[in-house]
């Protein structure tokens, strides 16, 4: 089970940390990660981090967008910093295990002023 938070209200340039707790899962053995999908547009990658520790990022989140885990605690993370209206969307996290994918129900970041 996943369960993200974190997520409400920020203005331009602000910053936010959503969190994902993951239940069951030693998360260095698994790829987990970010998606959003904004109104009107397909869900779209945004950051995920391999068993190993590799991380990657698209472009918009390149620079921006942190993204990390605590075994210990068993929850991923995604600091995000110079937040844009256009980052506005759902967020999900996700867990690849065993050739199956599961994801978090979402959490909204809006981005305004």
């Known amino acids: 089970r996943l369960v993200e938070s974190g997520g409400g209200l920020v203005q331009p340039g602000g910053s936010l940390r959503l969190s994902c707790a993951i239940d069951?899962?030693?998360?260095?053995?698994?790829?987990a990660g970010w998606f959003r999908q904004a109104p009107g547009k397909q869900r779209e990658f945004v950051a995920s981090?391999?068993?190993?520790?590799?991380?990657y990022y698209s472009d918009s989140a390149k620079g921006r967008f942190t993204i990390s885990r605590d075994n210990a605690k068993k929850a991923m993370y995604l600091q995000m910093t110079n937040l844009k209206p256009g980052d506005t969307a759902l967020y999900y996290c996700f867990v690849d295990k065993s050739g199956s994918r599961s994801w978090g129900q979402g959490i909204q970041v809006t981005v305004s002023s």
């Open positions: 981090i391999a068993p190993i520790g590799t991380t």
């Open positions: 069951g899962i030693t998360l260095d053995k698994f790829a």
